[in-house]
């Protein structure tokens, strides 16, 4: 990008700097084609210690950015962000979310997110990456397209990031991120606690999982595209001949995904995606609205993107340890990676059961405004669910969810499955909801009653 501005304008805390980064460097005991090179900024919030850089293993280089807890950071949790996409930058979680980090005046200032889950948690944002290219600022040659693949890397991600800061690797582990991380985080969760039953390495010691507005089972989902389109608390979107249409066309997309999920076979994944997104839920496209947050245009750009121009400019970069790149928020080639090989139509639930049978706690959370991982479809597909408490769980129903007097949401849950209902929020939850969000994210690492 270039700039004649110096990183001076556009925010106080970052000076300009030179070419030259003076980076730390570790390298791994366990693995000698490992290390991480990293420094330690003092963005968004210069009163907690920041690490962020490169998890180098062999040709593949994973950036991260991590945040110590407002308080105690010893004792607090350690929480890490994934995006989705597939392909998407977990930046976009650290600066529109729930990070401490936000963009002002356009992308021109940097300030501090007051509402930022650094306030009960360590953070840890990681760049997934996605082969064959990278995402975000990740980077790489190796090619995989496959998420159960990507389980080994993201386990010895974190391994790698234990040995290098090891003060964290006792701290409480919960894996949490948004849409298509809903098919990352029960196969990524489900993989680290089949590896710590071997007592090999490093005990991950993970407690829960979070998943907001996630993809998780197609087949359930698309089921409730049009009830979503034609009967939510915003209104008809669609006329009702397209309602009509919605809700045919879901028969033959139902039977083409069951065909993916009994074959596992690519092409049969890949039809199905194919047939589902173009007859049920492109539909959707027809009512103008976003898809994001129906309350929304189609043209409306929401959340508001100007942290881009944050983070593709060269003095943020080096103060983050980037040497210059152009910064992708959501890269082409690894979204097509991944569904050319038929994982957007691939069923995670069965990984999520596993983990509640072992005992790892389970918060499905959904802002009401999205369609696109509508909370009809994701209710419908937490109610599915088999596995020890199911029972329990099926037995209630919704109830309010009450915040500072106000009903904000609605919530059924038991002491191992939590879904949530928020209220006036669209796909990104901590965007619209971010006081709401935080005291969910709150009482839920810290094992407090919703």
Same mark, same amino acid.
Request: hydrophobic share 35%.
């Given at each position: 990008?270039?700039?004649?501005?110096?990183?001076?304008?556009?925010?106080?805390?970052?000076?300009?700097?030179?070419?030259?980064?003076?980076?730390?460097? &570790?390298?791994?005991?366990?693995?000698?084609?490992?290390?991480?090179?990293?420094?330690?900024?003092?963005?968004?919030?210069?009163?907690?210690?920041?690490?962020?850089?490169?998890?180098?293993?062999?040709?593949?280089?994973? &950036?991260?950015?991590?945040?110590?807890? !407002?308080?105690?950071?010893?004792?607090?949790?350690?929480?890490?962000?994934?995006?989705?996409?597939?392909?998407?930058?977990?930046?976009?979680?650290?600066?529109?979310?729930?990070?401490?980090?936000?963009?002002?005046?356009?992308?021109?200032?940097? /300030?501090?997110?007051?509402?930022?889950?650094?306030?009960?948690?360590?953070?840890?944002?990681?760049?997934?990456?996605?082969?064959?290219?990278?995402?975000?600022?990740?980077?790489?040659?190796?090619?995989?397209?496959?998420?159960?693949?990507?389980?080994?890397?993201?386990?010895?991600?974190?391994?790698?990031?234990?040995?290098?800061?090891?003060?964290?690797?006792?701290?409480?582990?919960?894996?949490?991120?948004?849409?298509?991380?809903?098919?990352?985080?029960?196969?990524?969760?489900?993989?680290? *606690?089949?590896?710590?039953?071997?007592?090999?390495?490093?005990?991950?010691?993970?407690?829960?999982?979070?998943?907001?507005?996630?993809?998780?089972?197609?087949?359930?989902?698309?089921?409730?595209?049009?009830?979503?389109?034609?009967?939510?608390?915003?209104?008809?979107?669609?006329?009702?001949?397209?309602?009509?249409?919605?809700?045919?066309?879901?028969?033959?997309?139902? !039977?083409?995904?069951?065909?993916?999920?009994?074959?596992?076979?690519?092409?049969?994944?890949?039809?199905?995606?194919?047939?589902?997104?173009?007859? *049920?839920?492109?539909?959707?496209?027809?009512?103008?609205?976003?898809?994001?947050?129906?309350?929304?245009?189609?043209?409306?750009?929401?959340?508001?993107?100007?942290?881009?121009?944050?983070?593709?400019?060269?003095?943020?970069?080096?103060?983050?340890?980037?040497?210059?790149?152009?910064?992708?928020?959501?890269?082409?080639?690894?979204?097509?990676?991944?569904?050319?090989?038929?994982?957007?139509?691939?069923?995670?639930?069965?990984?999520?059961?596993?983990?509640?049978?072992?005992?790892?706690?389970?918060?499905?959370? *959904?802002?009401?405004?999205?369609?696109?991982?509508?909370?009809?479809?994701?209710?419908?597909?937490?109610?599915?669910?088999?596995?020890?408490?199911?029972?329990? &769980?099926?037995?209630?129903?919704?109830?309010?969810? @009450?915040?500072?007097?106000?009903? /904000?949401?609605?919530?059924?849950?038991?002491?191992?499955?939590?879904?949530?209902?928020?209220?006036?929020?669209?796909?990104?939850?901590?965007?619209?909801?971010?006081?709401?969000?935080?005291?969910?994210?709150? !009482?839920? @690492?810290?094992?407090?009653?919703?």
């Amino acid at each position: 990008m270039d700039d004649p501005r110096s990183m001076a304008a556009i925010s106080p805390q970052i000076t300009h700097l030179t070419d030259d980064i003076t980076y730390n460097r &570790f390298s791994s005991v366990l693995n000698s084609n490992y290390s991480v090179r990293f420094v330690n900024p003092q963005l968004c919030d210069p009163n907690v210690t920041q690490h962020s850089g490169y998890l180098e293993m062999g040709s593949e280089k994973y &950036f991260f950015w991590f945040f110590e807890s !407002k308080s105690k950071p010893e004792e607090k949790p350690l929480t890490v962000w994934l995006n989705g996409g597939p392909g998407c930058s977990s930046m976009i979680g650290l600066w529109q979310e729930n990070g401490p980090c936000r963009s002002e005046n356009n992308g021109t200032k940097v /300030v501090y997110n007051p509402y930022s889950w650094t306030r009960f948690s360590n953070m840890l944002f990681i760049d997934q990456k996605c082969q064959p290219s990278g995402v975000g600022y990740s980077y790489g040659s190796k090619i995989d397209s496959q998420v159960e693949t990507s389980a080994v890397a993201f386990y010895e991600a974190i391994q790698l990031f234990y040995e290098a800061f090891p003060k964290y690797s006792q701290l409480p582990f919960h894996l949490f991120g948004e849409s298509f991380a809903g098919r990352y985080i029960p196969i990524f969760a489900d993989y680290i *606690v089949k590896r710590n039953l071997e007592v090999v390495n490093q005990m991950i010691p993970i407690q829960s999982v979070g998943i907001g507005n996630g993809w998780i089972n197609p087949l359930i989902q698309l089921k409730y595209a049009a009830q979503m389109a034609c009967e939510s608390n915003y209104g008809k979107l669609l006329p009702e001949y397209l309602c009509t249409q919605m809700r045919n066309n879901y028969k033959r997309c139902a !039977k083409l995904i069951e065909k993916c999920y009994a074959s596992n076979r690519r092409n049969d994944c890949v039809a199905a995606d194919g047939y589902c997104n173009a007859n *049920v839920d492109g539909l959707f496209s027809r009512s103008g609205r976003n898809v994001y947050d129906v309350r929304q245009s189609s043209s409306t750009v929401t959340p508001p993107e100007d942290f881009v121009n944050l983070l593709d400019h060269p003095d943020l970069q080096r103060a983050i340890g980037v040497k210059h790149m152009k910064y992708q928020q959501c890269a082409d080639p690894p979204y097509y990676a991944m569904i050319n090989a038929g994982e957007g139509m691939r069923n995670s639930a069965p990984y999520l059961s596993s983990l509640l049978n072992h005992g790892v706690r389970v918060l499905n959370y *959904v802002g009401d405004a999205d369609y696109l991982c509508n909370w009809f479809g994701n209710y419908a597909l937490t109610a599915d669910l088999k596995f020890n408490g199911s029972v329990e &769980f099926n037995n209630q129903s919704l109830r309010p969810w @009450v915040f500072e007097s106000k009903e /904000v949401g609605q919530i059924q849950n038991t002491s191992l499955i939590t879904f949530l209902r928020i209220y006036e929020a669209g796909h990104e939850v901590p965007y619209y909801q971010p006081k709401n969000a935080l005291a969910m994210f709150a !009482k839920w @690492v810290l094992n407090r009653a919703l």
